[in-house]
């Protein structure tokens, strides 16, 4: 199974800078990030209510991806039709964290893993279609919030809950099923797909922020019982 080839690129000023390091070192057997680079400085906006037409990210960003890689540009500037993952060409988009940024630092998430799923998304709709233009893309993605790699997330906090627990719902893995991938390729996807989940400490911080009388009463407990056990060695200590 060959791996498809990813150029990161920054383009503009980054307000949640995200670490390259962590990108380049993910394993993966569907897509090897070959290279990042930067573009500084955005123009002026040209649409409305400051956001970037796809002419005007494209016009920084120029195409040079061929058929069996991607052009993947991150920039924290609002883009068109309040997209926050908008195809450019046939191997190129641009992902902006503009308005989801925010959000996952409150909700305490990683935006390298919001990078991820979204280039899994990419690598999933290439795989599928061959290119990741607007209409191919459209013919992959869903509406409707399911946790799954492919959810469209019209609203932004789902994108959130979409990174919950990564998956593929049932109709996006028949899709894949249906298709003439190379073989392998479902499983792996999968796999990989599920790797990107919060760290254990995010995940007790949540549960914390959930359940706080249980959080409490958990620590009541177990700081009782740690005690009890202190008290037995010492006892145990001097008994002998
Ligand atoms: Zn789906």
């Not at 962590?22 to 990042?36: C, H, N, Y």
């Not at 120029?62 to 191997?91: K, N």
């Not at 909700?107 to 280039?119: G, S, V, Y």
């Amino acid at each position: 199974m060959s791996r498809t080839k990813i150029e990161i690129c920054s383009v503009g000023h980054q307000k949640f800078p995200f670490s390259t390091r962590i990108l380049r070192k993910w394993k993966s057997e569907l897509f090897e990030v070959t290279e990042f680079r930067d573009v500084q400085l955005l123009p002026n906006s040209d649409g409305d209510d400051y956001t970037y037409s796809d002419e005007s990210i494209a016009n920084v960003f120029p195409v040079t991806s061929t058929e069996d890689s991607i052009q993947f540009g991150i920039c924290s500037v609002p883009l068109a039709d309040s997209f926050y993952l908008r195809p450019l060409s046939e191997h190129s988009c641009i992902l902006s964290l503009s308005e989801l940024g925010l959000l996952l630092q409150a909700q305490n998430r990683r935006i390298e893993d919001f990078i991820l799923k979204n280039l899994y998304l990419a690598v999933g709709v290439h795989a599928l279609k061959n290119s990741i233009g607007l209409e191919q893309a459209l013919q992959v993605v869903h509406d409707e919030s399911r946790g799954c790699i492919f959810d469209m997330n019209p609203n932004r906090a789902d994108a959130v809950f979409s990174m919950e627990r990564l998956s593929l719902c049932a109709d996006c893995k028949a899709k894949l099923q249906r298709a003439s991938l190379p073989h392998g390729f479902l499983e792996q996807f999968e796999r990989e797909i599920r790797r990107i989940r919060p760290s254990l400490y995010q995940r007790i911080e949540a549960f914390v922020k959930k359940q706080p009388l249980v959080s409490i009463l958990v620590a009541v407990v177990v700081g009782l019982s740690l005690e009890l056990l202190g008290n037995f060695v010492y006892d145990w200590l001097r008994g002998r």
